[in-house]
């Protein structure tokens, strides 16, 4: 006499289902008791799990429905069928991230508690959590992500703030379950805790991240302001309101009689009232050098202070280079813009870092040279000197 499985033995969900396949198979159980002990192998890890999850109530309207899919479904696999072995070995994942969802939930809170306590509650936990949960992995990669996050191994935070060229991949330490997790966490936190994109989920993610002090996050001590880019296009190095007047440009422009030709039709009517700082330069090379230089004097420094003497130096000379200057441009606009958050919005920065989600690239920038030198490479348009739009004057920066 076959002796019948005992299900409270096996010591997982699948291990059961293998094991009951095989009984059915060599004929050791009839389709009759491989049935009632299918239904009790999918009772007992029920009874163990919590149902009350995102994912479980998206998935199924009640649980008696859950019960009976499950059963169904599970009965009618062959996992001895190859080309129906990766389809099966999914659903058998699903089902077995379903019986352990609430367990998932549970761990994944436990260790967040622990990382995140001093700037987290604990309902705030538990919503993290069954984000972290609810991301589209199997059951193991949510255990080997599990595992990552206790070990510390999701993110390389060094990345964040030594200036240079990254790709996402590096940064994830090139495993994508850290990165598809990321993803899920990207609006968390976002205008309620008046934060950006991104910002909490460096946090919740790494334990030298934090969103306390200075700069949108702190990197293992370092202050980094955070900008994190979805679409194409970037941030800008500065406000519409800190850069000068269409108005006070003009005036001073007028006063340089062979600009006058080139640029206005009429009393303070710009032919052009865009012009980008190639341009500029190009028009203003018909200048001679002493005269350009009082120009120059009397205009870069109304948009960056005391950083616009490299683009001073370039403007000046015989000639100018429209690409030289546009490139002392940038570098001056960064470290104006370091400064300018410093002192008018109290936002000090160590770096300034760029994450691009669509090309999958992360750029660090500690000053203006950064821009320039070939550390960090963009593809930012000319920034503008005259234009309608105050914005077009700080540099976009474009991965």
């Known amino acids: 006499m076959v002796r019948l499985p005992n299900v409270n033995a096996y010591p997982d969900f699948l291990t059961g289902v293998q094991d009951l396949q095989d009984h059915l198979k060599r004929g050791d159980i009839s389709s009759d008791i491989h049935k009632k002990l299918y239904q009790d192998l999918i009772h007992r890890f029920m009874k163990v799990e919590s149902f009350e999850t995102p994912w479980f109530l998206r998935e199924y309207t009640s649980l008696d429905q859950a019960k009976q899919e499950i059963i169904q479904k599970v009965q009618s696999l062959d996992l001895t069928n190859k080309e129906k072995a990766e389809e099966n070995a999914k659903l058998l994942d699903k089902i077995y991230s379903i019986l352990k969802q609430g367990d998932v939930v549970g761990r994944f809170g436990n260790i967040i508690k622990n990382a995140l306590s001093n700037e987290y509650k604990e309902n705030e936990m538990t919503t993290i959590a069954k984000m972290i949960a609810d991301t589209n992995l199997t059951y ?40 598809e997790v990321f993803k899920s966490l990207l609006g968390y936190g976002v205008g309620a805790k008046q934060k950006g994109k991104g910002e909490h989920a460096f946090a919740i993610l790494s334990k030298k991240i934090s ?20 679409t194409t296009g970037g941030g800008r190095l500065g406000e519409p309101g800190a850069v000068p007047s269409q108005e006070t440009l003009k005036n001073i422009l007028q006063k340089y009689t062979p600009l006058q030709k080139i640029l206005f039709q009429g009393i303070n009517q710009l032919i052009k009232p865009r012009l980008n700082v190639r341009v500029f330069t190009d028009i203003c090379n018909k200048l001679d050098p002493r005269t350009k230089k009082q120009l120059a004097t ?53 770096v300034l870092c760029i994450v691009s989600i669509l090309t999958k690239k992360v750029a660090v920038i500690s000053q203006g040279e950064d821009l320039i030198n070939g550390t960090v490479k963009n593809k930012g348009a000319s920034p503008y000197i005259l234009t309608t739009n105050p914005r077009e004057s700080h540099y976009q920066l474009n991965l």
Do not use: C
């Open 140 to 179: 193991q990669q949510k255990n080997e992500f599990l595992q990552n996050l206790q070990d510390d191994k999701v993110i390389n935070y060094q990345m964040l703030k030594t200036p240079g060229v990254y790709t996402l991949d590096d940064v994830f330490n090139n495993d994508p379950k850290n990165f």
């Open 211 to 230: 969103v306390k002090g200075a700069g949108d996050i702190n990197v293992n001590g370092t202050a980094v302001e955070l900008k994190l880019e979805t």
């Open 298 to 350: 009397e205009i870069f420094p109304l948009f960056f202070g005391k950083y616009a003497s490299g683009i001073i130096d370039a403007f000046s000379k015989p000639s100018a280079n429209p690409d030289e200057v546009k490139r002392q441009y940038i570098k001056a606009n960064f470290d104006w813009y370091k400064d300018w958050m410093a002192n008018s919005k109290g936002e000090a920065f160590s």
